[in-house]
């Protein structure tokens, strides 16, 4: 079992910028299971939506909402990813959730989220 653990949400300006980190652990076998690491979130009455993830490699993606103003990346060695929120809007306020995928299979752990709220 892996565990998330996210940290860096809060109340921002229209404008302002927030970096949001998810520590992951577990034991050495479940760590070097997951490939795919990232965020996603979600509105009050919205569906779940990917934010951007990143690849142990490196290849990220990115929501088209988020493009050119947040940056994920990753360190392997800490067990960590961060999400970098440069003008944030009224629109990003969520939850915002850790997510970490197995390679092999299509099992996915999730943190406990963290909540972004942008005021206008």
């Known amino acids: 079992q892996v565990q998330l653990v996210e940290s860096g949400g809060g109340l921002v300006q229209a404008g302002g910028s927030l970096r949001l980190s998810c520590a992951a652990s577990?034991?050495?076998?479940?760590?070097?299971?997951?490939?795919?690491m990232g965020w996603y979130r979600q509105a009050p009455g919205k569906q779940r939506e990917l934010v951007a993830a990143?690849?142990?490699?490196?290849?990220?993606d990115y929501a088209d909402s988020v493009k050119g103003r947040f940056t994920i990346s990753r360190d392997n060695a800490k067990n960590m990813v961060y999400l970098q929120m440069n003008s944030l809007n009224p629109e990003d306020s969520a939850v915002y959730y850790c997510?970490?995928?197995?390679?092999?299979?299509?099992?996915?752990?999730w943190g406990q989220g963290t909540q972004v709220t942008v005021s206008s």
């Open positions: 577990g034991s050495i076998l479940s760590i070097i299971s997951i490939n795919a």
């Open positions: 997510h970490a995928a197995r390679h092999y299979d299509t099992y996915v752990y």
């Open positions: 990143i690849t142990r490699d490196g290849s990220t």
